[in-house]
T-cell receptor, first 116, second 112 residues
Framework: GAVVSQHPSWVICKSGTSVKIECRSL??????MFWYRQFPKQSLMLMATSNEGSKATYEQGVEKDKFLINHASLTLSTLTVTSAHPEDSSFYIC????????????FGPGTRLTVL | GENVEQHPSTLSVQEGDSAVIKCTYS??????FPWYKQELGKRPQLIIDIRSNVGEKKDQRIAVTLNKTAKHFSLHITETQPEDSAVYFCAAAIQGAQKLVFGQGTRLTINP
């Protein structure tokens, strides 16, 4: 089945630094990928839709200059959290359409970001 | 835009009993309704989904029902087992739009 990986699985950084998270589709191509943020004991909130070869589409309230998304190939999307602050600490999860059925998505394992 | 409400937020049942989680959605154009199971610190896993052209779907101990008129869908787990303990999320999407809108989640605990 479709497999989505993320790297790193966890990261700790100092406030003010930038962190890059990678999302890869391992055995299929994905022209679209989705980035979610999940705070403890809360639901998944869609941050943006990553589009291969074009600009990402951000959800309302998500700062595009703070959360930079690049989808340079059909198997890789990256999310860079710029000038990270403690309030950015969260679980970041990507997903990609499986291609097997409309709307079906497979999720990556998530990246736990802790900003000190 | 779409809004999905999920209830209850927590649910505790005895092993072997049934568990029911309910969701309502606001956008009548939504026609894809997946359910995900998420264990602590792990990715959401699709356990069952339903499309608006059917009213019920079963997969062993898991079933989902959909009432399009009421804009309501439910997850039913029968003969619950300790390994069913997790957080369950419902979601809704408009076919073709791909974006999923999630409910708030239900923490299900199965008591042995």
């Amino acid at each position: 089945g479709a497999v989505v990986s993320q790297h790193p699985s966890w990261v700790i950084c100092k406030s003010g630094t930038s962190v890059k998270i990678e999302c890869r589709s391992l055995d299929f191509q994905a022209t679209t990928m989705f980035w979610y943020r999940q705070f403890p004991k809360q639901s998944l909130m869609l941050m943006a839709t990553s589009n291969e070869g074009s600009k990402a589409t951000y959800e309302q309230g998500v700062e595009k200059d703070k959360f930079l998304i690049n989808h340079a190939s059909l198997t890789l999307s990256t999310l860079t959290v710029t000038s990270a602050h403690p309030e950015d600490s969260s679980f970041y999860i990507c997903s990609a359409p499986s291609g097997r059925a409309p709307n079906e998505q497979f999720f990556g394992p998530g990246t736990r970001l802790t900003v000190l | 835009g779409e809004n999905v409400e999920q209830h209850p937020s927590t649910l505790s049942v005895q092993e072997g009993d049934s568990a029911v989680i309910k969701c309502t959605y606001s956008d009548s154009a939504s026609n894809y309704f997946p359910w995900y199971k998420q264990e602590l610190g792990k990715r959401p896993q699709l356990i069952i989904d339903i499309r608006s052209n059917v009213g019920e779907k079963k997969d062993q101990r898991i079933a989902v029902t959909l009432n399009k008129t009421a804009k309501h869908f439910s997850l039913h787990i029968t003969e619950t087992q300790p390994e069913d303990s997790a957080v369950y999320f419902c979601a809704a999407a408009i076919q073709g739009a791909q974006k999923l809108v999630f409910g708030q989640g239900t923490r299900l605990t199965i008591n042995p």
